[in-house]
């Protein structure tokens, strides 16, 4: 089955331009911030108002195909830049703001790799930490800020240039965890075809609201907190992800408040509601407007899964919106998933022949090694289980390499990464 993009668009500049101009008073991103105080509205009108100044300035400093290094504390404004690159045909390059108390991370070594011709941040970044300009090499100068940029010049003097299907849209960095990190070639035509799978996958709609906390940088973030709302039309809320570690039940408070349908989060996230879960702080608080919760980004546990559900089902959540999946980077994000509203599927393997790569179902309890499915490819996504060393398929329950190919396989990296079958 192939899996072409809705409308006929070509590119994220197309989506945002179209959402921009039927429905430009919709909302299209709320941001809660992290110590409380007013939410801040984007409306799909305002975000291609304010993108395209930013693209209009940046055009005049920036030539199509040169790199921007997004660096933005939570909010509103890396959207706005992000989009700002992609009409004017920069590479964005989402990076984490260093944190304060670690004295070495791979930023420097990102710099280096994709050769920045700008650094997009904010005022209050850029006059509050001294010590990120430093990490990034001292280039003061190459530093500017949304609010300077948009000022630079008005939209209308501004050709801004086209946006190709092939065109790269981003440079998504792998997290670095095993190895060096690597940049990731993202194209408008890979982003589209990876959204669309996920629509199809999830069976989210222009109704759907999303409600997330996972940072921008993460391709987790992006996809599921950004692009995939802007691509349905729909509205995504923003948590800080500070917000969320300090009171992890603000993320469902929020949920409750917006009605939200659809979530995305790494397995520690549900882990973690359970540890600070207090019945007094869930008071009068409705989770059944909740109908999907990606579990992904790390392995996801079935312990998780079970002690979340229990904990939770007073509140109106049900076990059918957890929902498993599996992706990577270098597949623009999701490359398998189950179908909303069935839940997870948990299967007893036996630890001891796990060992020696066999994942036969195990019946004896005291061997078994409980495995959550993240389900199976999704349209227009191919996947095959092989022994990396004969480059051939495995036999069935034989543990291998899990190896991906499809219209969102993106390069600079293989599209390749060691999970049990």
Not at 374 to 388: L, R, T, Y
Request: net charge neutral.
């Amino acid at each position: 089955m192939t899996c072409q993009p809705r409308f006929g668009l070509s590119s994220l500049v197309d989506v945002l331009d179209w959402r921009g101009t039927e429905s430009p008073t919709s909302s299209a991103f709320i941001f809660v911030p992290e110590r409380g105080g007013e939410h801040l509205h984007l409306t799909f009108g305002e975000l291609r108002r304010r993108s395209r100044a930013v693209a209009a300035g940046l055009a005049r400093r920036v030539v199509k195909g040169e790199r921007a290094v997004l660096v933005f504390p939570p909010g509103l404004d890396f959207i706005i830049a992000f989009f700002g690159c992609l009409a004017a045909g920069v590479i964005a390059v989402p990076l984490m703001v260093p944190r304060r108390t670690v004295t070495r991370d791979s930023s420097a070594a990102i710099i280096v790799d994709c050769s920045p011709k700008i650094v997009l941040t904010t005022n209050e970044l850029l006059e509050g930490r001294p010590d990120v300009i430093e990490r990034f090499g001292g280039c003061r100068h190459d530093w500017v800020t949304v609010s300077a940029v948009q000022d630079m010049v008005e939209e209308a003097d501004t050709a801004l240039p086209p946006a190709r299907p092939d065109d790269l849209a981003l440079l998504q960095y792998t997290s670095g965890s095993t190895s060096t990190p690597k940049g990731v070639m993202v194209s408008h035509a890979n982003l589209l075809a990876n959204l669309e799978m996920t629509r199809l996958a999830m069976s989210n709609a222009q109704r759907s609201t999303f409600v997330g906390w996972v940072p921008l940088y993460h391709d987790m973030g992006l996809m599921m907190g950004v692009m995939q709302p802007l691509y349905l039309g729909g509205t995504s809320v923003l948590v800080a992800p500070t917000a969320f570690m300090q009171r992890p039940l603000s993320w469902l408070h929020t949920i409750h408040r917006y009605r939200g349908e659809v979530t995305s989060a790494p397995n520690f996230a549900f882990d973690l509601c359970v540890q600070r879960f207090r019945a007094d702080q869930m008071d009068g608080i409705d989770l059944s407007c909740w109908k999907l919760a990606l579990n992904g980004a790390e392995p996801v546990h079935a312990d998780t899964i079970r002690r979340f559900a229990q904990t939770f089902a007073p509140y109106g959540f049900t076990p059918g919106t957890m929902y498993p999946g599996y992706g990577l980077a270098e597949a623009t994000l999701l490359v398998a998933g189950g179908a909303r509203g069935r839940g997870a599927f948990i299967r007893n393997v036996s630890r001891t022949a796990m060992q020696k790569g066999d994942a036969r179902e195990q019946s004896d309890i005291s061997d078994a090694l409980p495995l959550v499915s993240c389900g199976h490819s999704v349209a227009g996504q191919h996947i095959a289980i092989v022994d990396p060393e004969e480059h051939c398929a495995m036999e069935a329950y034989r543990v291998g390499e899990v190896w991906v190919s499809g219209p969102c396989d993106a390069t600079g990296v293989p599209c390749s990464h060691q999970r049990p079958t």
